[in-house]
């Protein structure tokens, strides 16, 4: 539920637009509002569930989120609605965590293994499915509700959810209860963080101003800060938001990265092409909903069977994966050029999408998080899971400007213009695959 959320709005943008009189800043803000304080409160959300249990900091952020679905179902204007996507963010925050941390917990060696193919298979499916959950919901235009039931839709679920989880989870603690929150750690991550993507999101619209600028410089500073506290946090025995021993797990700095990657693929391509499909070539959201079903089942099937394919493959199902969504994009881009709706050669490219980014995200995952250890399962899930919404975060934000940007240099809006903006970020996610695809050989060269 909370991963279809990052990308159920996707399709429901241009309504949202239309019907709360949005901007193209606004509507970007509506998506990547959620990711920030989702990304930037993982950890902490993780922390908390090691201090006050796991079982009762989930059911309060199922409670948080599914209170905050309500309120945006119910916005009557941008401003509220980016205000309650915030606060589903915080609710996701610490929802999830405690998903990884009790895995964790509860298995051990070839089970937990098999547990987290499945979280991460789970994981794939929420978000590209939500692309198509969005358009069927958008179309059906419940009782007029037009593009509301996207949000209200969490409500019944997120009540059964609470019903079902005060019976079944754990409430009790089970790990160390005097560990600090890092509450310094995270303002300065927060800033960092709230710095880049702002004047990314905003910039665009107001022509790049020179607080944007400065903003995007201050974000390397703040991050530098973030860091330098950090690291003296725990060389005096503090609880650092990121703790040094958890980055310098054998093979966490590449999964960093590869996740940070893999991510900021999926969340700029989904974005991207809903414009392109809604906004370029004029399809209706159930139709662009429709358009991105083999995406999502060729994402959760490959996540769900990844495990059982020959031994000798596994090495090099990662960057195989890069590879494969590299040329998978690019097909994309060219299945859609000077105006065209693609052929039977664009589903063949989605299903390759969809592959190639399962196989670069769900190993890549399981697998760097299959061997931390039991004590640092907490801080370990909360990383990955902080990296792979800033992924996405960056994603939507940096490509998604890239692509409107490209866009209003074209002039006369239309399905030629839109599909040259197109294919300048699909170009550019190509390149960001492709780097994916040679971090790991020149990381052990290094």
Do not use: K
Not at 357 to 372: E, Q
Request: charged share 10%.
């Amino acid at each position: 539920m909370a991963l279809l959320d990052v990308f159920i709005v996707n399709v429901a943008a241009p309504t949202i637009g239309s019907d709360l009189h949005a901007s193209g800043a606004d509507l970007q803000l509506v998506i990547a509002g959620y990711a920030i304080t989702y990304s930037v409160l993982l950890i902490t959300g993780a922390r908390l569930g090691d201090r006050f249990g796991h079982g009762r900091v989930h059911l309060a952020g199922l409670a948080l989120f599914t209170t905050a679905s309500l309120a945006c179902g119910l916005a009557q204007g941008a401003t509220e609605l980016i205000g309650f996507r915030l606060a589903q963010g915080a609710g996701s925050a610490l929802m999830i965590p405690q998903v990884l941390s009790l895995i964790q917990r509860t298995f051990t060696g070839e089970a937990r293994a098999r547990a987290l193919g499945m979280y991460s298979a789970v994981l794939a499916v929420g978000a590209a499915a939500g692309q198509v959950v969005g358009g069927v919901l958008v179309s059906a235009d419940l009782f007029g509700t037009g593009w509301r039931p996207v949000f209200l839709v969490n409500v019944p679920v997120g009540v059964v959810l609470l019903v079902i989880g005060r019976r079944v989870l754990p409430a009790h603690a089970a790990g160390e209860r005097g560990r600090g929150l890092d509450l310094p750690g995270l303002v300065l991550l927060g800033a960092a963080v709230s710095l880049l993507t702002v004047p990314l999101v905003l910039g665009r619209e107001q022509d790049w101003p020179l607080w944007s600028w400065l903003s995007l410089a201050g974000s390397v500073v703040v991050f530098a800060l973030f860091c330098a506290f950090e690291s003296r946090l725990a060389r005096r025995g503090g609880a650092p938001l990121i703790a040094p021993r958890v980055l310098r797990h054998p093979g966490m700095g590449l999964a960093v990265l590869r996740i940070l990657a893999a991510m900021a693929v999926n969340g700029a391509f989904l974005f991207v092409l809903t414009l392109h499909v809604q906004g370029g070539l004029g399809y209706s959201a159930l139709r662009a909903g429709l358009t991105f079903a083999p995406t999502a089942a060729v994402f959760g099937v490959v996540g769900l069977t990844w495990r059982r394919w020959p031994a000798s493959w596994q090495r090099a199902l990662t960057p195989a994966g890069f590879a494969l969504t590299a040329v998978a994009v690019a097909g994309v881009a060219l299945a859609f050029h000077d105006g065209r709706e693609g052929g039977a050669g664009l589903y063949v490219a989605f299903v390759g999408v969809g592959a190639g980014l399962a196989l670069a995200f769900s190993p890549t995952l399981t697998r760097a998080l299959a061997a931390v250890r039991p004590e640092d399962a907490a801080d370990a899930s909360g990383l990955l899971a902080t990296v792979a919404q800033l992924g996405q975060l960056i994603g939507v934000a940096a490509f998604g400007t890239l692509f409107l940007n490209r866009l209003e240099s074209l002039g006369a809006p239309g399905a030629y213009s839109s599909s040259e903006a197109l294919l300048t970020c699909m170009l550019a996610l190509t390149a960001t695959a492709a780097a994916g695809a040679v971090a790991g050989p020149v990381r052990r060269r290094r």
